[in-house]
């Protein structure tokens, strides 16, 4: 599978088995008008009503990662009040057209945070279906915060992990960035490097979305990585909320106009470059696949700013004006963690590339 999990060019997404995935192209979808208007609604055949019976054959009390999304949910509400983002009212359940896997959008926002939003798939488990938390926070223009990235990806043994504060200014060239968001969450990356050690190939090109303390990882499936992986989780989701209470409100017009365009960046490159746009389209078709990547996953990226994925990366602009489907251009890549223990960058070093 192409991972929702990781913008990470990882070749070991085009060797997970397309049996993993639907073939089955006929669409199991209603389409809902609210209020006489045109704004479409997703929603899912049978919605999956917790604590009630429900025919639909995706519902399971097994998917993997419901009491992530539950801590976030409840540890955010000691932090800041959530309100249901508007985004609710289009974005909520599907049936994807395998008619056994659902996808699960709900989202919020508060004073801080711009969005707060998070995309369950949720197969069959004890058939080997694709189990999928794609969750993330994006703060409001107006703060220069991280953006809270936890990506996780698992389809019968394998499981394939994004967990970040990714940094929205290059924390390599933004030395006093780094030094304000990571200097003392670097002792998170340090507590988790044996337990869930460095996945493999990074592309240089993504790199730049990461930050020091990134956990990027594969695991065989087993109850230690999992309880691994919640408490990094906890961890992570915490200091990112400690982070956003501590955060002042930016009132200088051109640092916020910066903010917003470097989150725009981010937005795009996702948008564009994200692998779990492969996965989606069998899913749930292409045209919806890309509603859900631009409107929900990535919302912001047709608002926040105007310029192309072309202006931001010109690298991958091809002769006919087009943009490349490679997932890198430089052709470099990161076999081990190209940070030392001290949130140094020591990536360029030969035994680190490929």
């Given amino acids: 599978m192409e991972a929702l999990c990781s913008f990470a060019a990882s070749s070991s997404f085009s060797r ?37 019976k429900s025919h639909s054959p995706s519902c399971s009390s097994t998917f993997l990662y419901e009491k992530f999304i539950e801590f976030a949910l409840e540890e955010t509400k000691c932090y800041t009040p959530l309100l249901p983002s508007p985004l609710q009212t289009k974005f909520s359940t599907l049936l994807a057209m395998d008619g056994n896997t659902e996808l699960e959008m709900s989202s ?31 703060p409001k223009p107006e703060f220069d915060l991280p953006i809270f990235c936890a990506n996780f990806f698992s389809v019968a043994d394998i499981n394939i992990v994004v967990l970040d504060l990714n940094p929205l200014y290059n924390v390599i060239n933004e030395k006093g960035y780094k030094e304000k968001y990571y200097i003392g ?113 990535f919302n912001g990226v047709l608002d926040l700013g105007s310029a192309t994925f072309n202006e931001y990366f010109p690298e991958y602009k091809c002769e006919d004006g087009s943009i490349s489907v490679k997932r890198s251009m430089i052709g470099k890549s990161y076999e081990k963690r190209p940070w030392n223990a001290n949130g140094e960058f020591i990536g360029d070093n030969r035994d680190n590339t490929s």
């Fill in 16 to 52: 997970i088995p397309k049996s993993s995935f639907s073939t089955h192209y006929d669409y199991c979808i209603k389409l809902h008008y609210s209020n006489g208007c045109s704004t479409t609604r997703l929603s899912m055949v049978v919605p999956c009503m917790s604590g009630k």
């Fill in 185 to 297: 969450l670097i002792h998170l990356a340090a507590k988790y490097a044996e337990l869930l050690p460095w996945g493999g190939k990074l592309t240089a090109e993504s790199l730049q979305f990461f930050s020091p303390i990134v956990i990027w990882t594969k695991f065989s499936s087993c109850p230690e990585k999992y309880d691994a992986l919640f408490s990094a989780f906890k961890d992570y989701y915490k200091a990112f909320l400690e982070l956003m209470h501590q955060a002042e409100e930016e009132t200088d017009v051109s640092r916020i106009r910066r903010n917003r365009a470097a989150q725009h960046k981010y937005l795009t490159w996702r948008t564009e470059k994200d692998p779990g746009h492969g996965m989606l389209s069998r899913l749930i078709g292409e045209s919806m696949a890309k509603e859900v990547i631009s409107g929900f996953l």
């Fill in 108 to 138: 919020f926002e508060s004073t801080k945070l711009r969005l707060w939003r998070n995309l369950s798939i949720k197969g069959k488990k004890n058939e080997g279906g694709v189990q999928v938390m794609d969750f993330a926070v994006f």
